[in-house]
């Protein structure tokens, strides 16, 4: 399976900080809790995937998976995982460095 989820240079690197720290993550995208749709990056342990979740990719050995059902509402979206100042809403741990993760879509494909 192709991967449908990929990262900025900044956020594989606050991805690998948070590791580090806290050992097995997973990014999960939600579908509007806490801080809407933001990307929440937990321990692992705090939210193993459930089985109807759907994993995009991987992004510096974190998993990154979306609920099954949001996934076909959104037609099975890809997305760019970045990292901005300012805290989330929410529990994601980047939050603990002052910072929140966003999902955007992946630039066009340049046209031949």
Same mark, same amino acid.
């Given at each position: 399976?192709?991967?449908?989820?990929?990262?900025?240079?900044?956020?594989?690197?606050?991805?690998?900080?948070?590791?580090?720290?806290?050992? %097995?993550?997973?990014?999960?995208?939600? @579908? @509007?809790?806490?801080?809407?749709?933001?990307?929440?990056?937990?321990?692992?342990? %705090?939210?193993?995937?459930?089985?109807?979740?759907?994993?995009?990719?991987?992004?510096?050995?974190?998993?990154?998976?979306?609920?099954? %059902?949001?996934?076909?509402?959104?037609?099975?979206?890809?997305?760019?995982?970045?990292?901005?100042?300012?805290?989330? @809403?929410?529990?994601?741990?980047?939050?603990?460095?002052?910072?929140?993760?966003?999902?955007?879509?992946?630039?066009?494909?340049?046209?031949?």
């Amino acid at each position: 399976m192709a991967e449908r989820v990929t990262a900025t240079p900044a956020a594989l690197e606050v991805l690998e900080r948070l590791r580090a720290r806290h050992g %097995d993550l997973v990014v999960h995208l939600s @579908g @509007g809790c806490c801080d809407g749709s933001s990307p929440m990056c937990l321990r692992a342990a %705090d939210l193993p995937p459930g089985p109807h979740d759907v994993r995009l990719g991987v992004l510096g050995g974190v998993p990154v998976v979306i609920d099954g %059902d949001q996934d076909r509402r959104w037609r099975e979206p890809r997305f760019v995982l970045d990292v901005a100042a300012g805290e989330a @809403g929410g529990f994601s741990l980047e939050a603990l460095e002052g910072l929140h993760f966003t999902a955007g879509e992946p630039p066009p494909a340049p046209r031949p």
